[in-house]
């Protein structure tokens, strides 16, 4: 028995949720992140607990490769491929992100040419040697790569290496050999599937950030070890499940989306606690949004990512959308004359102005305080001073270049900043065939609350719901979260002509694979395997990925599994072709290690509202409107609020508009709804 923690660092906050085993009791807090050194954040929040030796299991959500590859601050890498194809990461795809603009300049992949590298090796379709690799070439290129002295991390990505990986094997044994303070990607450790480009710009991603996250984890293991933490201590993975600190280093790509997984994880627990299957999650921090989708109870995952427009990183990961829109989203005016919000942020540095610590630029936080949304008197349960003034002359600034009143200025920006993020909703949503009517918007981080209402109108979504513990909701995924760890690899077979003892052998090999992986984590329990496939008509370019239940394939397994290939193309794209042949691309494989959970306590009854807390003037649309004040801790379950109104708390605070009502159910989550509804 002892404390599971969850540890969210932020763009501007770094969150905790301390869940005690034995109590069943969660407390949560939260300081400024401290951008130069995110650890020393951590560090002074892990001052507020009391028994750090009492701490069975830490998770630690970090954006450190994320950062590494937005900012393009991460190494320079050496590209090493087959004879004839080192201008893959350049060439890319023959797509275009906008058809008819002619400025329009294709991403930059994360290699300089002159770092490309070929050797004389090749395989063919099928993984035989046409061309055997030569030790005395990849010797030489080794120490021609070692007497230029500039590359800091090399990727390895041959032909056809996912069906035989023979020579990218042969050539990391070499480099660690000849280069040892070098690390190696190769390509079927990180993406063992087929398509070239994908996964080139994957393994390039990998080695790209494998220097600085190395180090990073190293400083922080250290550190840790110094606290008596060192071997409880998890990091989380895209996919939304943890691994130690050396497996992370070993594969840092698999940390692209780590810190916004929390959130969907919690999200996937609160749609079957609370019976609502279809969520649409939105978590608006300090410096970014991101939205995913639950759909029946579970979250979506996806292996079609892209860090920016052309760039993928196809592993598998919770499918999460984010945008440069927080609360320290920056307004401003463009050359246009037009009012523009984001995507630069204020951050935790200079933050916002009226955190009075050297920000001067108007914000989303700004706007919000200058609107009577949020009180100064109130942030942070008023643990942490800010000061109105300095946001209210913020926005003036801004308001005189604009020839508009104060109010109305914070007004348009916080309204711009939503349609911003309704854009994000819509891309989960709409872009994928949902109907926004099917879902709830759940509100979450610390600025969510103070836009869920306005976004649910925007949206077209019916409700809303904000959680309990909001600003800390993406920690509280953390504590609820697995150890899990995905394989995956291309099989290519068809309807017509299905190979079921190679199929089968095949997935038994990545099952193995994977559930190694898990137990040299120390997981040594019952673990739950989950199989998947990614099916097309033949002949079509995309995929549509459907669970496999049986341990191998069978007549029966497959008919069943072609059937309800045609009901999903039905379902998604409002057509299905009888008696085609279809295509399986790729398998997949997770293997999940169960961890214990919090078990939510509930309310006692109530009826009525909460008794209130006082009246102040909140900005809506056009004018101020008097709003009730209200306590979340104050509610019952059952108990309700007519908006206008702002329902506060320690690390955020729910704005309910007029015409909406605001209802507590049995675990505290409040569930906004129009009262004609």
């Not at 770094?14 to 069943?24: E, K, M, P, Q, R």
């Not at 993975?237 to 997984?261: I, Y």
């Not at 349960?381 to 003034?389: F, N, T, W, Y």
């Not at 508009?657 to 409040?670: S, T």
Request: hydrophobic share 40%.
């Amino acid at each position: 028995m002892g404390y599971l923690v969850g540890v969210d660092i932020g763009g501007t906050f770094t969150d905790f949720v301390s869940f005690d085993t034995a109590t069943n009791e969660i407390e949560v807090w939260k300081n400024l992140s401290t951008p130069g050194d995110p650890f020393d954040g951590v560090l002074d929040g892990l001052t507020k607990m009391e028994h750090l030796d009492g701490i069975q299991r830490l998770r630690l959500g970090t954006t450190i490769a994320t950062n590494a590859i937005l900012q393009r601050a991460g190494a320079n890498v050496a590209y090493v491929t087959t004879k004839g194809f080192r201008d893959i990461p350049f060439i890319q795809r023959g797509n275009r992100k906008a058809h008819y603009d002619m400025t329009w300049i294709k991403a930059k992949p994360l290699v300089k040419r002159r770092h490309c590298y070929e050797l004389d090796e090749r395989l063919d379709a099928k993984g035989g040697v046409l061309k055997a690799l030569d030790d005395n070439e990849v010797r030489a290129l080794a120490a021609k790569i070692k007497a230029e002295g500039a590359v800091e991390a090399i990727a390895v990505n041959f032909l056809f290496s996912y069906l035989n990986p023979a020579h990218e094997v042969r050539v990391k044994e070499i480099f660690a050999e000849e280069l040892p303070d070098i690390p190696t990607s190769i390509s079927y450790e990180v993406l063992p599937k087929w398509k070239e480009y994908e996964r080139a710009s994957t393994t390039l991603a990998d080695a790209y950030v494998k220097p600085l996250v190395g180090r990073s984890f190293a400083t922080m293991n250290k550190r840790f070890d110094e606290l008596a933490l060192g071997g409880r201590v998890a990091v989380m993975k895209s996919n939304g499940g943890e691994c130690s600190f050396d497996a992370a280093a070993a594969q840092p790509v698999q940390m692209t989306v780590s810190g916004p997984t929390g959130g969907v994880v919690a999200s996937r627990a609160l749609s079957k606690l609370i019976d609502v299957p279809n969520l649409v999650t939105f978590d608006m921090g300090g410096t970014s949004t991101d939205c995913a989708t639950i759909i029946n109870g579970e979250e979506n995952f996806t292996t079609s990512f892209e860090i920016e427009w052309g760039l993928p990183i196809q592993v598998p990961m919770i499918d999460v959308r984010t945008i440069g829109a927080g609360g320290g989203s920056i307004a401003w005016i463009d050359k246009g004359g037009l009012l523009q919000v984001g995507p630069q942020s204020a951050g935790a540095d200079p933050a916002p102005a009226c955190y009075g610590k050297g920000g001067i630029e108007p914000t989303v936080t700004d706007a919000n305080l200058v609107l009577g949304r949020l009180n100064a008197e109130e942030f942070l349960g008023g643990d942490m001073h800010i000061d109105a003034k300095a946001a209210h002359d913020a926005v003036k600034r801004i308001a005189g270049e604009l020839k508009m009143g104060v109010e109305e200025t914070a007004n348009a920006i916080v309204q711009i900043a939503n349609n911003n993020m309704v854009g994000a909703l819509r891309s989960v949503l709409l872009e994928r065939g949902h109907d926004p009517r099917d879902f709830s918007l759940l509100g979450f981080g610390g600025a969510g609350p103070l836009h869920v209402n306005e976004l649910m109108v925007l949206g077209n979504i019916p409700q809303s719901i904000v959680p309990i513990n909001p600003g800390q909701f993406s920690a509280f995924g953390f504590v609820m979260t697995d150890a899990r760890t995905d394989k995956q690899r291309t099989i290519q077979q068809t309807s017509a002509r299905f190979d079921q003892e190679v199929s089968t052998g095949l997935m038994s090999d990545l099952v193995e694979m994977a559930v190694n992986e898990v137990r040299e984590q120390g997981y040594s329990d019952e673990l739950e395997i989950y199989r998947t496939v990614d099916l097309r008509y033949l002949g079509q370019n995309y995929e549509l990925q459907l669970p496999y239940g049986g341990d191998d394939f069978t007549d029966a397994g497959l008919t069943d599994l072609w059937k309800r290939f045609h009901e999903a193309h039905q379902a998604r794209f409002n057509f299905h072709i009888p008696g085609e042949t279809i295509e399986m691309v790729n398998l997949s494989i997770a293997v999940v290690a169960p961890s214990p959970k919090p078990t939510l306590t509930t309310l006692a009854k109530g009826s009525g509202s909460p008794k209130k807390k006082g009246e102040r003037a909140v900005w809506f649309d056009k004018a101020f409107e008097k709003s009730s004040v209200y306590d979340r801790a104050d509610f019952l379950d059952g108990q309700q609020v007519d908006g206008p109104a702002i329902i506060r708390e320690s690390a955020s605070t729910t704005v309910v508009c007029p015409g909406y009502v605001a209802r507590a159910d049995a675990y505290g989550n409040l569930h906004i709804a129009n009262k004609r509804s």
